[in-house]
T-cell receptor, first 115, second 113 residues
Framework: DTEVTQTPKHLVMGMTNKKSLKCEQHMGHRAMYWYKQKAKKPPELMFVYSYEKLSINESVPSRFSPECPNSSLLNLHLHALQPEDSALYLC??????????????FGDGTRLSIL | KQEVTQIPAALSVPEGENLVLNCSFTDSAIYNLQWFRQDPGKGLTSLLLIQSSQREQTSGRLNASLDKSSGRSTLYIAASQPGDSATYLCAVRGSSNTGKLIFGQGTTLQVKP
């Protein structure tokens, strides 16, 4: 069992749909991350939140919209996605951005398929 | 631009063997290096984190070393078991402020009974 919980585990959506991915952690971590992982490839960073504020956006298209409503929750809102956006979306958390001696903890991901 | 390379891409060994996975990075100015395990269809499990000032870290049958000056890290797995079969990823963090991890492509390990 992971300490970072992601829902749903699987999501199939059409290109015109709007959906959201959710991530929750109760470890008191103040840094949270979204990564995208294509098949047979390593994860790539999308967004970083620190103390509920967006710290990094890795030039991600606006059809992906992150939100951090509180210190335990991280959402990724999806709208008008493209077939190439099909991937495993991973959420991670760590104690604080500045604490480099603390590992990032990952959830099991949401496998997203765009029809 | 930091690049992380893992060799070999795949490895198959009989149960009980000791093995070494390799990770190299092009920019030695790293903050830390983290080894992960990923099972098929699952997320990443953190195995070991080595800070730039450290030379090695150990956890059970796992030992990770870091030679920052040469841009290399190794993950040593002792007495391998079928349950060790997974993809192993190394990731470097270049700055304390961003939290951004740069991952290698991974080594897929199969341990045969």
């Amino acid at each position: 069992d992971t300490e970072v919980t992601q829902t749903p585990k699987h999501l199939v959506m059409g290109m015109t749909n709007k959906k959201s991915l959710k991530c929750e952690q109760h470890m008191g971590h103040r840094a949270m991350y979204w990564y995208k992982q294509k098949a047979k490839k390593p994860p790539e960073l999308m967004f970083v939140y620190s103390y509920e504020k967006l710290s990094i956006n890795e030039s991600v298209p606006s059809r992906f919209s992150p939100e951090c409503p509180n210190s335990s929750l991280l959402n990724l809102h999806l709208h008008a996605l493209q077939p190439e956006d099909s991937a495993l979306y991973l959420c991670a958390s760590s104690q604080e951005l500045g604490m480099g001696n603390q590992p990032q903890h990952f959830g099991d991901g949401t496998r997203l398929s765009i029809l | 631009k930091q690049e992380v390379t893992q060799i070999p891409a795949a490895l198959s060994v009989p149960e009980g063997e000791n093995l070494v996975l390799n990770c190299s990075f092009t920019d030695s100015a790293i903050y830390n290096l983290q080894w992960f395990r990923q099972d098929p269809g699952k997320g990443l499990t953190s195995l070991l984190l080595i800070q730039s000032s450290q030379r090695e870290q150990t956890s059970g049958r796992l030992n990770a070393s870091l030679d920052k000056s040469s841009g290399r890290s190794t993950l040593y797995i002792a007495a391998s078991q079928p349950g060790d079969s997974a993809t192993y990823l190394c990731a470097v963090r270049g700055s304390s402020n961003t939290g951004k991890l740069i991952f290698g492509q991974g080594t897929t390990l199969q341990v045969k009974p």
